[in-house]
């Protein structure tokens, strides 16, 4: 095995949602990807003789650090009709689909921009902040990433820059 310590990533990213910059975030930026699969099985055989993937589903989240009324709308996934002003309205407003991109500044192993690109992305809305005393109020922001219409059932991708 050898070690290429170009190819070890440390450094943050920039997310943004629906054309809005979330400023800075606390613990990074997750992707998730979670796989179902069928096991077929027969009786003549202990174990699985053929698996199928069914469905797969992706998810992406992060704390931001910088509780704006339009952040928190996102991260509630509400139209952007719901800001008005200095007022965020609360209501039964779906914010649709929308897309999404999150850039790592000098995140590839050639020390360039890293872009991943999501197409379709819903916020899920499940959020809950605490506002603290003696620490910062973070806006969990949380959405699923829907595949493409185009035949591909792509989630997302992923560019690292040249130059």
Known sequence: ?????????VGHGNLSIDAIDMG???G???IRSESEWFDAMVDQSLGVQKKKLVRRKVFGSAN??????????VAYGLTAAALSGITLTYASQDRGVVTGTFVVPNGN????DRTYAF??????GN?????QRDGITFVPVEFEVIPSVDGAD???TVVDATS
Do not use: C
């Open 64 to 73: 931001v650090a910088q509780a704006a009324l339009a952040k928190i709308a």
């Open 24 to 26: 800075a975030t606390d």
């Open 119 to 124: 197409a379709r992305i819903v916020s899920l």
């Open 109 to 112: 192993p050639s020390g360039f």
């Open 1 to 9: 095995m050898s070690l290429t310590t170009a190819e070890i990533l």
């Open 127 to 131: 959020s809950e902040s605490a506002y």
């Open 154 to 156: 792509s989630y997302f």
């Open 28 to 30: 990074g930026f997750t």
